[in-house]
């Protein structure tokens, strides 16, 4: 678990997602706006995450509603661009993830300089987004084949709005996850993203894989990060951070800023 520490600086990391808005090609995507707004957007977001003190950020294209899980290029060509431009404002890790598309968020992390991907890399699923398929060898063999053997590969192993096919309980699939594909850290997360991360599979999820680290993956919030960094190694926190606690909202940063003062009280401990 020590590449934590040497990459975020700090246990217990807090990745803090940077959404950007519709992009082209999605439904909900603005020509008139243009490519302009969304980085314009992302930049703002960007600097109230790293002004309120999160110890990484991560790019998604959460907006690329409904999503993909084979993406067209035009989505991460795009989000190529926008961490482009923003490069040089960057000042922690940065991860990426083109939902829902392990190949093509490889693809970007190693583009853009990416320290760390998370996605869905391994297991085979029922979800919203018809049957659900991995291939967690060629996926790895390809980011190797392109110079990425140094980037992170968190594997979300309880996918949002997805059921895992074979009836298979959590810590076997984490067991056997970890043992067959190797991944740097695994993820949980609830039904969508905001929704809770039950503490009880978190626990589960962590007894099973000893030293792999665990990180509460979706809806973790100022009023339960005590209790989830009690288990988890970490979190990734996006919701929350938004005005209102409301999704498609801009960060707040009074927001980021009182939530990462709690962490810093819950570490200090």
Not at 81 to 105: H, M, T
Not at 140 to 148: A, C, D, F, I, T
Not at 232 to 250: C, L, M, P, S
Request: aromatic letters at 8%; glycine letters at 8%; charged letters at 25%.
């Amino acid at each position: 678990m020590s590449w934590l520490v040497e990459l975020f600086g700090t246990a217990k990391p807090i990745i803090a997602m940077c959404h950007l808005v519709a992009l082209p090609g999605d439904p909900d995507y603005d020509p008139e706006k243009g490519m302009e707004f969304v980085v314009e957007r992302a930049a703002a977001d960007l600097k109230a995450l790293q002004d309120g003190g999160v110890d990484a950020v991560m790019f998604s294209n959460e907006a690329s509603i409904p999503y993909q899980t084979r993406t067209e290029r035009i989505t991460a060509v795009a989000m190529a661009r926008v961490i482009g431009e923003l490069k040089s404002q960057i000042r922690v890790p940065f991860g990426v993830n083109v939902l829902w598309d392990a190949e093509a968020s490889v693809d970007l992390a190693v583009a853009t300089g990416a320290k760390f991907v998370r996605e869905i890399f391994s297991g085979v699923y029922g979800s919203d987004f018809g049957l659900w398929d991995t291939n967690a060898g060629a996926t790895v063999r390809h980011l190797y084949r392109l110079g990425g053997k140094g980037i992170k590969l968190l594997f979300n192993i309880v996918p949002e709005a997805a059921a895992y096919l074979g009836h298979r309980d959590v810590a076997d699939i984490a067991r056997s996850t970890v043992f067959n594909c190797r991944p740097d850290a695994l993820l949980v997360s609830g039904l969508t993203a905001g929704q809770e991360t039950s503490t009880t599979l978190l626990q589960r999820v962590k007894e099973a894989v000893g030293d792999v680290p665990v990180f509460a993956n979706t809806g973790v919030r100022l009023e339960n990060i005590e209790n989830q960094l009690r288990i988890a190694d970490g979190a990734v926190v996006g919701t929350t951070f938004k005005r209102n606690g409301y999704i498609w909202n801009e960060v707040d940063g009074s927001r980021v800023r009182a939530f990462m003062e709690k962490v810093r009280q819950i570490r200090s401990q």
